[in-house]
């Protein structure tokens, strides 16, 4: 069986990574494709470092099982009553569009955002607690994440200090580089790393602020030319925001857009002068772009959803994910390693 080979480039989203959960779990039953590098961002990065823990232990089937361990755990689920629980959400709950306004309408939900508008999380958390690390934890347990082999991560974050990107590879991805990654600074106190290019302790923020996903480590930390993107934020929304809550999601998306639609940009440019000859032969390379996305079903979410793990609506995410990525195997599964899928011109230029 011939085999096909992609690089992954997972964005951040909060709890809508579980999106990319459903994509990745679909993306691992094709037995002749394989991943050579993950580029990863907040969410983004905590799959990453599921699917590579899950990869290094057990293969194809150990990803999947980590994948859904993560965010089953994050959603308070038992594994053992997923299956059956997971059903009967499917059955009963409201449309997705329902569960994100009954979430932003919830007073949880509205009294934690006007805290978080008046206190930073060094006044509310002084003891700097965070969550998501004892399940970062377990993931490290499970297999090397840090580890050379395939697939190779590649974790942004932004310096605080000098507000560019630092992305972590080898042994570098570390629990506190995958926290660093996820690090929303009205949520959680900076993540602290030493650099060894400084020499010094440097705090960092979500790497969303620079790179969701960052491309360029792909260009340069592995071979293979063709990149699959996983979408978590939509670049397109139909309807414009009038509520305070629909115009801070819609700047959040776009700000968490813009790096991406920069390199893309970049990306377009290189082909197109290769194409024309302008470059010569060899002086840069080609890269085909390659995208999975469901823009009708995010745009129905709004920002509190991202910071709520619903059970129903993660399992909602990860049927639509899973939907996705089948869609684009049935249309573009044979243009990997051809050509790209995605015309980037038509889909992220500046008209």
């Known amino acids: 069986m011939a085999k096909k080979r992609i690089n992954l480039a997972l964005q951040g ?13 679909r993306l691992l039953d094709e037995e002749d494709i394989e991943v050579e590098a993950i580029s990863a961002t907040s969410a983004g990065a ?46 009963v709950a ?53 580890c050379k082999d395939e697939p190779k991560l590649m974790i942004a974050a932004t310096n605080v200090r ?29 993540i602290e790393i030493d650099d060894p290019k400084t020499g010094r302790r440097e705090a960092y923020w979500d790497g969303g602020y620079m790179g969701n996903p960052a491309l360029f480590p792909l260009f340069y930390q592995s071979e293979c030319r063709d ?21 801070l999601n819609r700047i959040n998306e776009i700000s968490f857009n813009a790096s991406l ?7 377009d440019l290189v082909n197109r002068l290769i194409d024309e000859g ?24 709004g920002i509190a959803s991202k910071m709520t793990p619903s059970k129903a609506l993660m399992v909602q ?5 899973h939907a996705a990525m089948d869609r684009f195997l049935a249309a573009h599964k044979d243009d990997i390693g051809k050509q790209s899928s995605v015309d980037l011109q038509a889909v992220f230029g500046s008209a």
């Open 13 to 25: 989203g909060g709890a809508h990574g579980a999106f990319t959960w459903g994509a990745l779990d």
């Open 46 to 91: 905590m799959n990453a470092a599921a699917f590579k823990a899950g990869w290094a232990s057990g293969g194809r089937e150990g990803a999947r099982k980590a994948l859904a361990g993560f965010w089953l755990r994050l959603a308070g689920v038992d594994g053992h009553v997923a299956e059956v629980l997971g059903d009967w959400l499917r059955a």
């Open 94 to 146: 409201p449309s997705p569009a329902s569960l994100s306004r009954m979430l932003e309408l919830s007073p949880t939900v509205l009294g934690t955002e006007g805290l978080t508008r008046m206190f930073s999380p060094y006044q509310l958390n002084p003891l700097g607690f965070h969550p998501l690390r004892s399940m970062v934890d377990d993931l490290m347990e499970q297999g090397d994440v840090g």
């Open 162 to 190: 000098t507000g560019k990107v630092r992305v972590f590879t080898g042994d570098e991805v570390t629990t506190d580089a995958i926290l660093a990654s996820a690090c929303l600074p009205t949520i959680f106190q900076a």
């Open 227 to 247: 990149i699959l993107i996983v979408h978590i934020n939509p670049i397109e929304r139909n309807d414009l925001p009038f509520t305070s809550t629909e115009i």
């Open 261 to 267: 639609l920069r390199e893309l940009r970049a990306v």
């Open 278 to 301: 302008i470059l010569p032969q060899g002086r840069m390379t080609r890269n085909r772009i390659h995208s999975v996305a469901d823009d009708d079903f995010m745009s129905q979410l």
């Open 317 to 321: 995410l990860m049927d639509a994910g």
